[in-house]
């Protein structure tokens, strides 16, 4: 092998996958493509697009993935039964030789005993056999041995042997509970190296949870210790506390290649946009202290550190903002700017509009450019996400054609709302506790599909007093809970439009259950 291959760390990226488990950060088709498309621009060398037995859902979506996206190999995630892997396949099929069936089972004494009840034996020739079988599909097949940190050593590295026999290309060693610490992760690591003869044969990948905040750490200690995949996720989402952040361990890779001496192939420049899209496109904010890409990441306060960084850049920064593509050139776009620099500037950001929902957009832009002095890229942003939830409701969603309310200290607030469905208007009128809520009941005596709105949050969208509000919702009608965002400079108006699109999904859901039965 030569010497640039062993020190190149290939980046497996499962922000479709892990990412999506995250409480609250369900994702559509179309946002899955969005997503994946900005991962191949950044060129991550795996996307982990989803778990395609879990539901028919998850199945389209791997599906549409494998098949809109060029470059990165796919992966499906797959338990160790012949169902799921012929179903993970399946879904894979339009990626062709890009396609890796990623299958997992439970190795730990815990998960043995009270989850699969099964023992030592039985858990080894099933892995086996999986990997096996899923080699009839794929010359490319990853097993993971779920709780591998929690897992008896010398059995861990028995199972390791057995699949790697089987044809295992990639053998990941996840820290599913997030439990390890570098020292014990870096050794375990090495024990696999020195006990696993034939270790040789496969890539060895990490999978690290931050549930004691030491992802990313624990990463790079079997990074040292021979390991040359690294399983990750945007912004670090994922399962509970979530995975290790991409962002930072390709910048701690580049940033200190002095003592590491590993390479990632990854496009840095794409990293900040990437954070941006998936944060907009799940609804999870970043935190502002975030390494790398939180919005104080590059910020200087104390006076002596601007004086040091106004003399000389490299006494208070480590990385420069435009490696991972902040450019200071935030500010756009104004009233006077063409459709075709927007539909640019929109390309450039990787979304790309249906002309319908172009045209909705730019005109959605102009009446924002009138109201705001500066569009920027986050605001852009907004209005292609909302355009793009519209056009995915239909002919047959409800549309806010008109919004009047009337609120004060001194008064009862209520609401005028009328919607627009296909061809029919429909208005109607509410009070409520707040403009908002009479907003929202007039919106549920219109529809008659009432909701209980469970989560309510409203973000700026960029700076200023002038700034769009994004508001979040979740609503539960009866036993679906949906989620809906919207972004407007009026936030009542948002409200009532994230909840719509709540609506609107619930309906198109029903329908399309209707249909199949
Ligand atoms: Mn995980």
């Known amino acids: ?247 930072e361990l390709v910048m701690a890779l580049r940033t200190r290649n002095d003592v590491l001496g590993l390479t990632a192939n990854i496009r840095t420049q794409e990293l900040y946009r990437s954070s941006r899209l998936v944060s907009r496109l799940t609804g999870l904010a970043v935190q502002r202290n975030k390494a790398v890409v939180g919005a104080n990441a590059f910020a200087h306060e104390a006076g002596i550190h601007q004086d040091g960084m106004l003399k000389e850049r490299s006494t208070y920064e480590i990385m420069r903002p435009q490696d991972i593509g902040i450019d200071g050139s935030e500010l756009v776009l104004g009233k006077h700017s063409g459709r075709h620099a927007f539909a640019d500037r929109l390309a450039k950001m990787g979304f790309t509009l249906e002309r319908s929902e172009l045209d909705r957009a730019y005109r959605r832009f102009i009446d924002l450019a009138d109201k705001k002095k500066v569009v920027y890229d986050d605001d852009l942003l907004a209005i292609a996400r909302d355009e793009m939830e519209e056009g995915l409701s239909g002919a047959g969603a409800y549309q806010l054609d008109y919004l009047y309310v009337s609120t004060g200290t001194a008064t009862i607030p209520n609401a005028t709302v009328r919607l627009r469905k296909g061809k029919d208007v429909i208005q109607d009128a509410a009070c409520g506790d707040g403009p908002v809520d009479a907003a929202l009941k007039t919106i549920d005596r219109i529809t008659g599909v009432p909701g209980k709105l469970l989560d309510y949050s409203i973000q700026a969208v960029t700076i200023g007093k002038d700034a769009q509000g994004e508001v979040s919702v979740r609503v539960a009608f009866g036993d679906a809970v949906v989620s809906g965002k919207a972004a407007s400079t009026d936030i009542v108006r948002a409200s009532a439009a994230a909840y719509l699109h709540c609506v609107n999904r619930v309906l198109a859901a029903r329908t399309l259950s209707k249909r199949k039965t």
Not at 81 to 88: F, P, T, V
Request: glycine content about 6%; aromatic content about 6%; overall charge positive.
């Open 1 to 247: 092998m030569k010497k640039e291959d062993r020190q190149r760390v290939l980046i497996f990226d499962t922000t479709l996958r892990d990412g999506e488990q995250c409480p609250g950060a369900s994702l559509n088709h179309r946002e899955k493509i969005e997503i994946a498309q900005q991962l191949a621009r950044l060129n991550v060398d795996v996307i982990e697009a989803g778990f395609p037995v879990a539901s028919p859902d998850d199945f389209q979506a791997v599906r549409a993935v494998a098949a809109a996206i060029k470059g990165p190999r796919i992966a499906g995630l797959a338990r160790c039964l012949n169902k799921d892997i012929e179903r993970c396949a399946q879904a894979l099929a339009p990626a062709g030789k890009r396609a890796r069936i990623h299958v997992f089972l439970a190795t730990s004494r815990i998960h043995r005993e009270f989850k699969l009840r099964k023992n030592k034996t039985q858990i080894l020739r099933q892995a086996a056999q999986a990997v096996r079988f899923a080699r009839k599909f794929s010359n490319d097949v990853e097993f993971s041995p779920e709780d591998a940190t929690r897992t008896e050593r010398d059995y861990l590295a028995e199972v390791v042997r057995a699949v790697i026999a089987e044809g295992a290309t990639t053998v990941n060693i996840p820290d599913t509970v997030g439990y390890s610490v570098p020292t014990e992760f870096g050794a375990l690591i090495d024990y696999l190296f020195q006990h696993v003869p034939n270790i040789a044969a496969a890539t060895i990948n990490v999978h690290c949870h931050n549930d004691l905040g030491l992802a990313v750490a624990n990463t790079l200690a079997a990074l040292c210790a021979g390991a040359r995949g690294v399983e990750c996720t945007i912004n670090g989402i994922g399962e509970r506390a979530g995975n290790c952040a991409l962002e």
